[in-house]
T-cell receptor, first 113, second 114 residues
Framework: QQQVKQSPQSLIVQKGGISIINCAYE??????FPWYQQFPGKGPALLIA?????SEKKEGRFTISFNKSAKQFSLHIMDSQPGDSATYFC????????????FGKGTKLTVNP | DAGITQSPRHKVTETGTPVTLRCHQT?????MYWYRQDPGHGLRLIHY???????DKGEVSDGYSVSRSKTEDFLLTLESATSSQTSVYFC?????????????FGPGTRLTVL
């Protein structure tokens, strides 16, 4: 049972474009939704996170949009750059305890110059 | 990088041999986690620890055991390695930041079981 579904599997964007990655979750107990960025040979790095009491969170060129009723959240990368080329993972968990993250399967983003 | 190191970084072993991976943290965080990463599966939780000698199973715990005798060290053991355990293993810690408990990952260990 996949609790967090991520799409697309891969994404190619031109430099300066907008990259959009979507995730959907099933467990309504989830209350913390982070995004991780991973470069080849490295560990995942926390990029941005949101809790369901807000519908949007922005940090620089990265924005999370959250739709609680639809149980969906998405990552938007504005003005995408070649250096953003990486694999992105969405995740979810219930905070306040062991915080066992459930991950999506990842999206490989390629930003062409 | 949250002061997390993993050792070894790469290991090749044969089916049936025992293997122990080590995760070391320098900041005395209570929660520590072991994940495995496989193509097409993302990251999946193997085991986690909520304190010295306190551990629990994750989603894919079969074939793995863990131990935590000191706050700073969390060991993952494959008692008898199988080819299906070929993977990249990541350790993580949970760190409170503002209103969140955030997880930070180590650099990973690439394990190949022949």
């Amino acid at each position: 049972q996949q609790q967090v579904k991520q799409s697309p599997q891969s994404l190619i964007v031109q430099k300066g474009g907008i990259s959009i990655i979507n995730c959907a979750y099933e467990n309504t107990a989830f209350d913390y939704f982070p995004w991780y960025q991973q470069f080849p040979g490295k560990g995942p790095a926390l990029l941005i996170a949101i809790r369901p009491d807000v519908s949007e969170k922005k940090e620089g060129r990265f924005t999370i949009s959250f739709n609680k009723s639809a149980k969906q959240f998405s990552l938007h990368i504005m003005d995408s750059q070649p250096g953003d080329s990486a694999t992105y993972f969405c995740a979810a968990c219930s905070q306040g305890g062991s915080e066992k993250l459930v991950f999506g399967k990842g999206t490989k983003l390629t930003v062409n110059p | 990088d949250a002061g997390i190191t993993q050792s070894p970084r790469h290991k090749v072993t044969e089916t049936g041999t025992p293997v122990t991976l080590r995760c070391h943290q320098t900041e005395n965080h209570r929660y520590m986690y072991w994940y495995r990463q496989d193509p097409g599966h993302g990251l999946r939780l193997i085991h986690y620890s909520y304190g010295v000698k306190d551990t629990d199973k994750g989603e894919v715990s079969d074939g793995y055991s863990v131990s935590r005798s000191k706050t700073e060290d969390f060991l993952l053991t494959l008692e008898s390695a199988t080819s299906s355990q070929t993977s990249v293993y990541f350790c993580a810690i949970s760190k409170t930041s503002g209103n969140y408990n955030e997880q930070f990952f180590g650099p990973g260990t690439r394990l190949t079981v022949l």
